[in-house]
T-cell receptor, first 115, second 114 residues
Framework: DVKVTQSSRYLVKRTGEKVFLECVQDMDHENMFWYRQDPGLGLRLIYFSYDVKMKEKGDIPEGYSVSREKKERFSLILESASTNQTSMYLC??????????????FGPGTRLTVL | AQSVTQLGSHVSVSEGALVLLRCNYSSSVPPYLFWYVQYPNQGLQLLLKYTSAATLVKGINGFEAEFKKSETSFHLTKPSAHMSDAAEYFCAVSHSGGYQKVTFGTGTKLQVIP
């Protein structure tokens, strides 16, 4: 079974702090994704990566950056957390076939609260 | 551009009743469509996907969906709801081009009433 793990289930940070969210997958997937999930808005793509050290902006990249130094790990960074970044953050990965039909596998999510 | 619209942010059904969750898509290329489910305090997992092989797609836990090009729809159904079906359901469409980018709908929360 594919396993995608996220470093924390719940996180509370203060405005202005630098925040790191970590995601690790164990299936040698090329593609990894970071989404945020908000009530009534569904999932919105923040960033994705299709290879080590490669990244692409998603639909809402402002205020975020990412790092992918190893294939299995994809980090989301909030350079200076703000209250409007309070949300559920979901990481996902998908196989390397490069096929539009491929499934994305999700981690359990990190619920971040910024005070 | 590809997008999906889910009609109804909340749906309530009685246990044993038909489940119908609606999804309409917009796509400039032949669409590939997905339904994902999110149980409370969990990530999303795939229920089923349409990949053009068959218009009626069967998924896990007794769910199925029918692709109707004329109606640009991909509605999710289950003949008889079970309490364990209570969850949030997301319709999604994959993009053309590379990298398997997917756009999700806003989600429908299913409540099952005993």
């Amino acid at each position: 079974d594919v396993k995608v793990t996220q470093s924390s289930r719940y996180l509370v940070k203060r405005t202005g702090e630098k925040v790191f969210l970590e995601c690790v997958q164990d299936m040698d997937h090329e593609n990894m994704f970071w989404y945020r999930q908000d009530p009534g808005l569904g999932l919105r793509l923040i960033y994705f990566s299709y290879d080590v050290k490669m990244k692409e902006k998603g639909d809402i990249p402002e205020g975020y950056s990412v790092s992918r130094e190893k294939k299995e790990r994809f980090s989301l960074i909030l350079e200076s957390a703000s209250t409007n970044q309070t949300s559920m953050y979901l990481c996902a990965s998908s196989p390397p076939k490069g096929d539009r039909t491929d499934t994305q596998y999700f981690g359990p999510g990190t619920r971040l609260t910024v005070l | 551009a590809q997008s999906v619209t889910q009609l109804g942010s909340h749906v309530s059904v009685s246990e044993g009743a038909l489940v119908l969750l609606r999804c309409n898509y917009s796509s400039s290329v032949p669409p590939y469509l997905f339904w994902y489910v999110q149980y409370p305090n969990q990530g999303l997992q795939l229920l089923l996907k349409y990949t053009s092989a068959a218009t009626l797609v069967k998924g896990i836990n007794g769910f199925e969906a029918e692709f109707k090009k004329s109606e640009t729809s991909f509605h999710l159904t289950k003949p008889s709801a079970h309490m364990s079906d209570a969850a949030e359901y997301f319709c999604a469409v994959s993009h053309s081009g590379g990298y398997q980018k997917v756009t999700f709908g806003t989600g429908t929360k299913l409540q099952v009433i005993p």
